[in-house]
């Protein structure tokens, strides 16, 4: 599967985005599809995830309550709706997909094999 991220930009703190992952094909009962972002000098983390079945969505802490992540099968699209941006949020961040990932590792960046490219969000006034 080949992925396409697309929505980063610039928004002042307390604002709002919402990032896209365009696939090529369906992911819904076929691939964990996940966000992940990487801050300047900082490791890639996890930020929100959803199953490839049954669609349940899990998110990093830190973001509980601001983000959430849905799928719209008719668009093999996911997207990352970000709400009440910190200058904390600013990141590349890129989604990322898997066949095969397992419950427990879904936050594993290791576990995913295929990539999008980034996208590059900042949060700042």
């Known amino acids: 599967v080949q992925l396409q991220a697309s929505g980063g930009g610039s928004v002042q703190p307390g604002g709002s985005l919402r990032l896209s992952c365009v696939a090529s094909e369906r992911t819904s009962n076929r691939y964990t599809v996940a966000w992940f972002r990487q801050a300047p000098g900082k490791e890639r983390e996890f930020v929100a995830g959803?199953?490839?079945?049954?669609?349940?969505?899990y998110y990093e802490e830190s973001i509980k309550g601001r983000f959430v992540i849905s799928r719209d099968n008719a668009k093999n699209t996911v997207y990352l709706q970000m709400n009440s941006l910190k200058p904390e949020d600013t990141a590349v961040y890129y989604c990322?997909?898997?066949?095969?990932?397992?419950?427990?590792?879904?936050?594993?960046?290791?576990?995913?094999?295929?990539w999008g490219q980034g996208t590059l969000v900042t949060v700042s006034s």
């Open positions: 990322a997909a898997s066949a095969t990932v397992i419950l427990s590792e879904r936050a594993n960046d290791r576990a995913y094999g295929y």
């Open positions: 959803i199953m490839r079945s049954g669609g349940r969505s």
